[in-house]
């Protein structure tokens, strides 16, 4: 039956054809830098017309791919407040290393290039240090010079970011992003010294996450894309083409198809009373891939199925590629073929079958095949 013939030989060229949906990157490419700037404040305990701190920083990242990546950042806390002046600039800086989620490519598919309006989630752990002048906080004696300590802490920063993209190639954005970040390991209780009345500082021990150990941040910032080898500030869409290599591949599977055992092919051209009267080209076969774990279409995709004319007859296939659950890889293929058919009955073209077959071989890919008859 077409449909079987079809299915094995197209999911064969198609693994080769798209190895990936977009370009491979190299080392030096998707790499960005950005500078920001905010104010933070004890997350309990504080008052914003009083407490607030204001804050920069600097940011250099790499996208390992539309939805993953990994940051550096590094955020300097220059006021003062809620405590007395420690005599330097910069009361404190947290460094910390991120990474990254972009939530609408994870969601909705990478489009080819960024979107206008994205949301990132970021996730790391880092070190806070604060800067001093002593070894302890309070008077160190009676002239009445205030003394603090110098002290390091384990931080964790969990923060959203809101962008902007924009510029020709879309190598410009502007953030805000609201943080959440905890410490850890150095739990400050207050004591008084017996000889002088004055407070001093014991650490304890605190390895969980606690509010009261913690404060919140709001920056707006600014990055830049650097240009990529492929020409762009972006990852890009690979644009192989069919060569006929390709065609004549694709040909030897179906005729390799066709010497199976004759009783298992006429078992199955009985099922259909349409038995393969021509060859399979590659013309006639739609291609549509899909983000990892989505069902989506996106705008190339619908691109390339409005070509089809309204009332052909199709046939329609999903796959999956090998990564995860095996049961959710082939819910997940069915769920593209048949967004896929429903996508063309609305256009007037005739689904004569849409089918899951999951993950076909190592290298199978996230796709849905029509066949145009």
Excluded: C
């Excluded at 990474?99 to 080819?112: D, F, H, K």
């Excluded at 390991?185 to 913690?214: R, T």
């Excluded at 774990?293 to 996106?298: F, M, V």
């Amino acid at each position: 039956m077409k449909k079987l013939f079809l299915v094995l030989a197209a999911s064969i060229l198609a693994t080769s054809a798209f190895a990936q949906n977009f370009e491979r990157s190299k080392f030096l490419d998707n790499w960005y830098v950005g500078i920001n700037g905010g104010a933070a404040i004890k997350t309990t305990g504080s008052s914003f017309s009083n407490d607030l701190i204001p804050t920069f920083g600097i940011r250099a990242g790499k996208n390992l791919t539309p939805v993953f990546g990994l940051a550096a950042d590094a955020a300097f806390y220059t006021g003062v407040k809620p405590y007395n002046s420690i005599g330097t600039i910069i009361q404190a800086s947290n460094i910390s290393g991120l990474g990254t989620l972009n939530l609408m490519n994870a969601i909705g598919g990478y489009l080819g290039e960024p979107r206008a309006f994205e949301i990132t989630a970021l996730y790391g752990v880092g070190w806070l240090h604060t800067y001093g002048n002593g070894d302890y906080y309070g008077l160190a004696d009676d002239s009445g010079t205030d003394h603090y300590s110098k002290v390091n802490r384990i931080s964790s920063k969990l923060a959203l970011n809101f962008a902007y993209n924009f510029g020709a190639a879309k190598q410009f954005g502007v953030y805000l992003e609201p943080s959440l970040t905890y410490l850890f390991l150095g739990d400050f209780e207050n004591h008084y010294y017996s000889n002088y009345g004055h407070k001093a500082v014991s650490q304890g021990n605190q390895p969980g996450y606690n509010i009261n150990n913690s404060y919140l941040a709001l920056n707006l910032g600014f990055t830049y894309k650097f240009k990529n080898s492929n020409g762009t500030h972006n990852f890009k869409y690979s644009d192989r083409k069919y060569t006929q290599a390709d065609v004549d591949a694709l040909q030897s599977e179906i005729d390799a198809l066709r010497g199976r055992k004759p009783e298992v092919v006429t078992k199955e051209v009985t099922k259909e009373s349409d038995p393969i009267t021509r060859e399979i080209n590659v013309s006639d076969l739609v291609f549509v891939t899909f983000a990892q774990g989505s069902s989506w279409i996106g705008s190339e995709a619908k691109e390339a199925l409005n070509s089809i004319p309204e009332g052909r007859h199709v046939q329609v296939v999903g796959t999956a590629s090998p990564e995860g659950d095996a049961d959710l890889n082939q819910k997940l293929s069915e769920d593209r073929a048949n967004k896929v058919a429903d996508y063309l009955r609305e256009r007037g073209v005739i689904v004569d079958s849409a089918q899951g077959l999951g993950v076909q071989s190592s290298t199978s890919n996230r796709l849905a095949i029509v066949y145009v008859k």
